[in-house]
């Protein structure tokens, strides 16, 4: 119960959604505003929820003029499978809320109306999240499927690259199909300043997700994945080559010779603690092995 509580305590409401409710009112719209918003809140419920089991902390749960948001403190330093159960938390919900209301309109207690509003309003917000596009569902999904193969921040450039492509698309297709809808153009406008927004911090993620991962829990299995360098590389240069889930060696070369191997937090205490910004990796090698 306290849980709950704990969830609901953290639901924002934008001061637009109170704009839209009014408009919904005022064309006798409010019913199927309501079942929309239903809808979004059970979606947004579901990532709280399994954000809530595996003990993330969450941030802000902002519901929108036309969908929501749940946003959590964690920075890309906990297990991959966590991050893909909470983001499919989400979609999930869409499952039993169409299965129970398929159960209701075989038993003739929900009207053929609003059967068929709640399916499509169900599907619409399936199919709008698992967009590639940041910071949906599926530009979240894409982020983590990146991550399997990349440094966090080539997976985070790679993830933007094809929001932005997505993006474009979108405006393309709603220039063909639909080109006097206001609610589309305003929710490829929330896209594209997300999306920007996200671009232009990328250096902020990647700093905020190295702070984590030397002053956060590192209780969690991670597997090992060694990086080999040379004593001339710079500290920063190796810590951009970081991968999320994987606890990283360092492995230092001269000549082709292994000259000796250092942690990944030594570097990670080389930066942040002595200020060692532009060192050389073979600069801590000898600093701390000697």
Known sequence: MNKIISILSHIHIHPLLWVVIAIAVLTARFIELCLFLLIIF????????AASLFSWRIKKISLLPFGGVAEVEEHGNRPLMEEAAIILGGPLQHVWMMGL???????SLLPDYWYGLFI????????????????????????????????FPDAHK????????????LTIITL?????????????????????NEWKQMRFVFIRFLLERYYGKNSDIRSLKPITVTEDELVIKILERFHRGCKHPIIIEKNGKEK??????????????????????GDLLYTYKW
């Open 260 to 281: 000796g191997t250092l942690d990944e937090n030594e570097l990670l205490h080389a930066y942040f603690s002595e200020k060692m910004t532009s060192a050389k990796v």
């Open 101 to 107: 209301a398929f159960l209701f309109y075989e038993l």
């Open 42 to 49: 059970i979606h947004e419920m579901g990532h709280a929820a």
């Open 158 to 169: 790679f993830t933007l690259l094809i929001s932005i492509g997505s993006i474009v698309l």
């Open 176 to 196: 063909l199909t639909a080109p006097l809808n206001l609610n589309v153009w305003i929710v490829i406008a929330f896209l594209a300043y997300s999306v920007y």
């Open 120 to 151: 499509q309003f169900n599907f619409m917000i399936l199919i709008f999240n698992f967009l590639p596009i940041w910071p949906l569902d599926g530009g979240k999904l894409l982020f983590l499927f990146f991550s399997l193969k990349h440094s």
